[in-house]
């Protein structure tokens, strides 16, 4: 499976590629930073991000997109701009049919880490050890990137096969509630 991870900001996004399944060493495909300025219209600021994505999109072709869900924090406007970058990744993804999960801080940093409450300095020597890397990968928002990527392999999958389990179970009760009805 290979999982483009996204970790949305307006000024930078981070963006790095994981190749890997459950229960084999995960590989490092590429990893960067989308950066716009500050001094430049959202709007504008937007397009760049679109631009940076889906090129990444189209050069590394994604078995599925994971994005950093967008919570709470004190500054709205840090809020705003990621949850503007966010929507953009999302799009970009669903333009293409792709699968889109959404993970919490918590449980990425709980997923790479074994903590919830892990800083970025723990995440980031995680997701160096995870991947096998020479060096850790730089800015943070770049291995919060690679560690959404692992975090949706290592769970992706098994929730993938919760929902479709899930969905079966509805077809087959909806299919028996139409035959008691007759």
Same mark, same amino acid.
């Given at each position: 499976?290979?999982?483009?991870?996204?970790?949305?900001?307006?000024?930078?996004?981070?963006?790095?590629?994981?190749?890997?399944?459950?229960?084999?060493?995960?590989?490092?495909?590429?990893?960067?930073?989308?950066?716009?300025?500050?001094?430049?219209?959202?709007?504008?600021?937007?397009?760049?991000?679109?631009?940076?994505?889906?090129?990444?999109?189209?050069?590394?072709?994604?078995?599925?997109?994971?994005?950093?869900?967008?919570?709470?924090?004190?500054?709205?406007?840090?809020?705003?701009?990621?949850?503007? /970058?966010?929507?953009?990744?999302?799009? $970009?993804? #669903? +333009?293409?049919? !792709?699968?889109? %999960?959404? *993970?919490?801080? &918590?449980?990425?940093?709980?997923?790479?880490?074994?903590?919830?409450?892990?800083?970025?300095?723990?995440?980031?020597?995680?997701?160096?050890?995870?991947?096998?890397?020479?060096?850790?990968?730089?800015?943070?928002?770049?291995?919060?990137?690679?560690?959404?990527?692992?975090?949706?392999?290592?769970?992706?999958? /098994?929730?993938?096969?919760?929902?479709? $389990?899930? #969905? +079966?179970?509805? !077809?087959?009760? %909806?299919? *028996?509630?139409? &035959?008691?009805?007759?």
């Amino acid at each position: 499976m290979r999982v483009l991870g996204i970790d949305p900001g307006l000024t930078r996004c981070g963006i790095g590629v994981v190749d890997g399944e459950v229960g084999r060493p995960l590989t490092l495909v590429d990893v960067n930073v989308i950066r716009t300025s500050a001094d430049r219209p959202v709007a504008e600021r937007l397009v760049t991000i679109e631009k940076g994505i889906d090129a990444w999109l189209d050069d590394y072709a994604p078995d599925a997109v994971a994005v950093e869900r967008v919570f709470a924090r004190s500054d709205s406007s840090t809020i705003m701009g990621t949850a503007q /970058a966010s929507g953009i990744a999302m799009v $970009a993804a #669903a +333009r293409r049919g !792709l699968p889109i %999960a959404l *993970h919490t801080p &918590s449980e990425v940093k709980a997923a790479v880490s074994g903590s919830g409450r892990a800083d970025k300095a723990q995440v980031t020597a995680m997701v160096t050890r995870i991947l096998r890397l020479d060096a850790p990968p730089k800015p943070a928002d770049a291995a919060d990137a690679l560690a959404l990527a692992i975090t949706h392999i290592w769970r992706g999958g /098994a929730q993938a096969r919760i929902d479709a $389990a899930m #969905a +079966r179970q509805q !077809l087959a009760l %909806a299919a *028996h509630q139409r &035959s008691s009805r007759r």
